[in-house]
């Protein structure tokens, strides 16, 4: 079986929006934390506490991220809360997707 769930630019970039602009308060207790941003440029700089790498993270990178754990969530790989309601949470692992791919702090 194979399911499709479509989106406008204008829904996706609402998402991206909801996500990010929770940054940095949405990493203070996380492995990443948001050292730099620009909202207006959309750009994000996060230390990796765990590895003390860092980790740029623009637009391009968020949308593919977002993507990715979109269909994660919806196969059931990760859990994922409603879009009016995202959390500290959901916004770290729409960031890790970002860097990583995948969610690797959980």
């Not at 860092?54 to 790989?77: F, P, S, Y």
């Not at 890790?96 to 702090?105: K, L, N, R, T, V």
Request: contains cysteine; aromatic residues 12%; proline residues 1%.
């Amino acid at each position: 079986m194979s399911v499709t769930i479509e989106f406008t630019d204008e829904e996706f970039d609402g998402m991206l929006t909801a996500l990010y602009e929770n940054l940095p308060e949405a990493s203070g207790c996380s492995a990443l934390r948001c050292v730099d941003w620009s909202y207006t440029a959309f750009k994000f700089v996060f230390l990796d506490e765990e590895t003390g790498k860092e980790h740029r993270v623009n637009k391009e990178q968020a949308v593919e991220g977002l993507r990715k754990m979109l269909h994660d969530a919806a196969i059931g790989k990760i859990k994922m809360y409603s879009r009016d309601d995202w959390d500290a949470d959901t916004t770290m692992c729409a960031v890790q997707y970002a860097i990583f791919g995948e969610e690797i702090y959980g």
